[in-house]
């Protein structure tokens, strides 16, 4: 007989099972856990700049062409005055 581990349909899923249980058990470890967290946080974040990035922009941006629209009038007032 063979000392060598086949791959074969009936290994498969224990190979699985085994690697799926080390999953679950470094998940619920304090450092597992601690990773999830911050994994958890900065997909919010990422998810939530994606989210409001377009709104956001658009809103800067019409702000900038109203600043912009009120600089030139009052430039044109103060034209009027200096002559």
């Not at 099972?17 to 619920?28: F, G, I, Q």
């Not at 597992?32 to 709104?55: I, K, Q, T």
């Amino acid at each position: 007989m063979s000392s060598v581990v086949s791959l074969d349909g009936r290994d498969k899923p224990n190979v699985l099972k085994r690697l799926t249980a080390a999953c679950v058990r470094a998940s619920c470890s304090q450092l597992g856990l601690v990773v999830l967290v911050v994994f958890y946080v900065l997909l919010g974040a990422a998810l939530f700049e994606y989210l409001e990035s377009g709104p956001e922009v658009q809103k800067r941006s019409t702000i900038q062409r109203s600043r912009e629209e009120c600089l030139k009038e009052l430039w044109a007032i103060t034209e009027l005055f200096c002559y």
